[in-house]
């Protein structure tokens, strides 16, 4: 067996992480969009919240001058000065690849240039509506087909592990993006139309990140704001949840070498979520917690770096042929 | 397609499919059968799938311009060209006796260059090449042998002989397209496969590892490792490629560092280990800045004392560039019959030595209608094409071997080979060469035909990809054909 170059494991996590965000990023361009065909004008929610949940609002205004559908969503799909922008993140998960063809299937190569071909077509078309939402889908799609090959072909070696790992930090990260939203749909003085359309929002929510089936299967069937929270950070089984993720990373970290210092940092977090109280939590405090889980998950990220990435090697570490 | 076909001429140049006007060659009837009932629709849906397939395949090389470094898709043409099985066996044989007289050479000339004392080759010639590394004097390598990875460069004249026209000894490029040729043709033109046989090429990445690992035979399981200039490198497609299909670990410089015991460990997520044989893509120039050049930021220092301490096994072998000179390439045939005691059984294309006062006359003579390269230079670099040139350029060179004649041959301009090539105006005839591959360690492997680079442009004897070359897919089939259709017949292995 061939142990795995650190460059190489940096190279996968990476891959994996970006086409966790390309996928979540396409399903929640598209959710929104048929979001908002749903509701009024002039809501607390428009196309501008998008650009929130990215905390990209800065970016933004840089170099648009109008919040319109037209400029949000070029600047979110196709715009490759915006790093978050989906172009970015199927860039990135192309060349990544690219660089780690030797340890990765070869179909996965195959499927990342299929994306690359047709975002290359699809991109002048990011203001058409019908063509993006067309695009988003397809975007799913692939992703799901890189996914697909990655889990029937690959062995359950170092390289698989550190995908994994590199999936479920993107998802609890894009998660707590996404959920920063519901202090909106918690907050006292919310408006009266947003009241009405609650529980479209609240699906909505669920939808974006692929939860609403297993939300009405595994805890009730009619929808509930505060127990949709608490099933996206905290549910065991729901393979979306931060909570999950959390509990998947520490599984593949045991598998590495060296483990501990980046396994009690994910320990740290869970511990964080366990003692947040999220049927009681003001819709003020959501917002505090996302930030913190977040800010945690950056400090884990560079604890990984460290640990696997760049770490300092010594003649003393040298392992003898077997 | 039909009446296309036997439209179809090549005027003067031997044609590689095609004996004359609707006539095809014996071995190729059958493909340019199949080809001629097909009706132009369903060609060009072949056409345009072969190109969707490389695009979807990520197929690329790299070309470096000024608005940035573009990744394009690698130019294909769908029309295989046919070498004759027995005419190949013969050509195959030709290469191993050569790379084995070249090995046998570089050996002698870092132990004593007997050939030298024997006066068989001038000693300036080779002690004055680029190519000699004087930090590789006395070594011997696994086997003996220097040169593990050779492409030599092929051609076929007008009078239908094929001429070996240069020996790339250095760092080969091309076999990861020979091998993706044949896996779209199979794609595109599946049916073909089944009216003739068809000498299969994917034997060359096991061929590869099992060369690699004969460079240790020490170890039951050698740790190998492909090193690659990195990821923006033009042919890193290349790499990365065999890499896989070989079973290699693929590296960069960065990765590996060389231990106070002189042993090569890579830098992997539970600390460093050993490697015990790197297959280098890059140049000698590159590979120690302790050794060569020191601004070198590709390389890994050190590695050079972990090779002469036989810790390290390299392929090529460090210094086997020194038979990779045009100047000594006119030798060649001397050192077969030096070192094997056999005329050369693959002829080089004739050459004149400007070193050589009579030869030098002549070729001062002829400037106009020869073609001039300097001793070491690659890529078709620093050369004169003596009739597709200005007479201001031929004045140059002119100059340029009068200062310096040791550096200059001269040889023929040589009339290309061409075959049938689809073009926006149809089927016509486009000049190619042949690169095989030939992988020495233990035993002797060479690739059964190899790359064929097309030069797309009309008359165009360039066949570099990043100036208007493509490639073909590349057939050697056996003048007997059994008929598949009858079972009673047996089918010859």
Redesign the interface.
């Known amino acids: 067996m061939i142990t795995m170059l650190s460059q190489v494991a940096e190279r996968v996590y990476w891959m994996a992480r970006y086409l966790e965000r390309a996928e979540k990023t396409a399903r929640l361009i598209h959710v929104h969009t048929s979001l908002l065909m749903d509701l009024p004008d002039r809501m607390e929610i428009d196309w501008y919240t998008l650009v929130r949940l990215f905390n990209a609002e800065h970016d933004f205004r840089e170099h648009y001058n109008e919040a319109s559908e037209r400029n949000i969503m070029q600047f979110l799909v196709a715009d490759r000065n915006n790093s978050s922008s989906l172009a970015t993140s199927l860039a990135m998960v192309r060349e990544n690849i690219r660089t780690s063809l030797n340890v990765l299937p070869e179909e996965v190569w195959e499927q990342a240039n299929r994306i690359h071909l047709l975002m290359n077509e699809s991109l002048p078309n990011t203001s058409d509506r019908h063509l993006r939402q067309q695009f988003m889908r397809q975007v799913m799609e692939h992703c799901q087909c890189i996914r697909g090959a990655l889990d029937s072909h690959m062995s359950r070696d170092n390289t698989f592990d550190f995908m994994q790992i590199g999936k479920h930090i993107e998802r609890a990260d894009m998660s707590t993006r996404i959920l920063e939203m519901t202090s909106l749909l918690l907050a006292d003085d919310r408006s009266d139309i947003l009241r009405r359309y609650e529980g479209i929002l609240w699906g909505n929510l669920l939808q974006a990140l692929s939860a609403r089936q297993m939300y009405m299967q595994h805890v009730h069937a009619r929808l509930n704001g505060v127990k949709a929270m608490n099933f996206l950070l905290k549910d065991t089984i729901f393979p979306g949840s931060v909570g999950y993720s959390l509990a998947a990373i520490i599984r593949r970290m045991c598998y590495l070498p060296q483990p501990e210092f980046p396994i009690a940092k994910v320990q740290k977090i869970r511990d964080r979520l366990a003692s947040a109280d999220i049927t009681s939590i003001p819709a003020d405090q959501v917002h505090l917690l996302m930030d913190s889980l977040q800010s945690e998950m950056g400090d884990l990220q560079e604890k990984i770096a460290k640990t696997w990435f760049y770490p300092t090697f010594s003649q003393t570490q040298t392992q003898a042929q077997s | 397609m039909r009446q296309e076909w036997n439209r179809y001429h090549s005027q003067t140049y031997y044609d590689e499919l095609i004996a004359a006007p609707g006539q095809p060659r014996p071995t190729s009837e059958r493909l340019v059968d199949f080809l001629s009932s097909q009706t132009p629709q369903h060609f060009k849906q072949c056409v345009s799938e072969a190109e969707a397939t490389i695009?979807?395949?990520?197929i690329t090389f790299t070309v470096y311009s000024d608005a940035g470094n573009i990744d394009r898709a690698w130019p294909f043409d769908i029309i295989p060209r046919i070498i004759p099985g027995a005419e190949w066996d013969r050509t195959e044989m030709g290469l191993k006796q050569r790379i084995r007289a070249l090995n046998m050479f570089i050996q002698d000339l870092y132990n004593g260059g007997q050939i030298v004392k024997d006066g068989v080759i001038p000693s300036d010639v080779v002690y004055q090449s680029k190519g000699y590394r004087k930090a590789c004097e006395g070594m011997t390598p696994p086997h003996g042998v220097w040169a593990n990875i050779c492409g030599s460069d092929l051609v076929r004249h007008s009078d239908g002989v094929m001429y070996v026209l240069e020996d790339n000894l250095r760092v080969p490029s091309g076999v990861a397209y020979m091998l993706e040729n044949r896996t779209i043709t199979k794609r595109v033109l599946p049916e073909i496969f089944k009216l003739m046989p068809i000498r299969p090429v994917s034997a060359y990445p096991s061929q590869l590892y099992e060369m690699l690992a004969s460079l240790r035979p020490d170890?039951d399981h050698p740790?190998i490792a492909l090193l690659t200039p990195g990821?923006y490198n033009s042919a890193y497609f290349e790499h990365?490629?065999l890499?896989?299909q070989a079973g290699?670990?693929?590296?960069?410089g960065?990765?590996l560092?060389v231990?106070?015991d002189n042993y090569v460990?890579?830098?992997?997520?539970?600390?460093?280990?050993?490697v015990?044989v790197i297959y280098r893509r890059i140049d000698d120039d590159f590979i120690d800045p302790e050794v060569f050049r020191k601004d070198s930021i590709l390389g890994i220092p050190g590695i050079m004392r972990s090779w002469r301490d036989g810790k390290v096994a390299i392929a090529n072998a460090p210094g086997c560039g020194v038979a990779d000179d045009k100047v000594i390439y006119a030798y060649v045939p001397d050192m077969i019959k030096y070192y094997l005691g056999e005329e050369a059984s693959l002829p080089n294309v004739p050459t004149w030595v400007c070193r050589r006062p009579e030869d030098r006359e002549y070729v001062l003579d002829h400037l106009p209608e020869l073609v001039v390269k300097p001793a070491n230079e690659s890529g078709g670099y620093g050369m004169l094409v003596g009739p597709h040139s200005t007479p201001e350029k031929v004045e140059e060179f002119r100059k340029l071997i009068q200062e310096n004649p040791n550096n200059y041959i001269a040889q023929p301009t040589l009339s290309l080979s061409v075959t049938p090539t689809a073009t926006d105006e149809g089927i016509q005839g486009r000049h190619v060469d042949l690169r095989p591959f030939i992988l020495s360690g233990k035993d002797i492997y060479v690739t059964p035909g190899g790359l064929t680079r097309v030069a797309l442009v009309k008359g165009s004897l360039v066949v570099n990809s990043s100036q208007g070359g493509g490639s073909k897919d590349t057939w050697i089939v056996n003048e007997f054909m059994p008929n598949f259709d009858d079972p009673t017949q047996e089918i010859e292995a």
Request: no cysteine; glycine share 10%.
């Open positions: 695009r979807q395949m990520g170890l740790t990821i990365a490629f890499a896989r290699l670990v693929l590296l960069e960065s990765d560092t231990g106070k460990y890579m830098k992997t997520i539970k600390g460093l280990e050993r015990d």
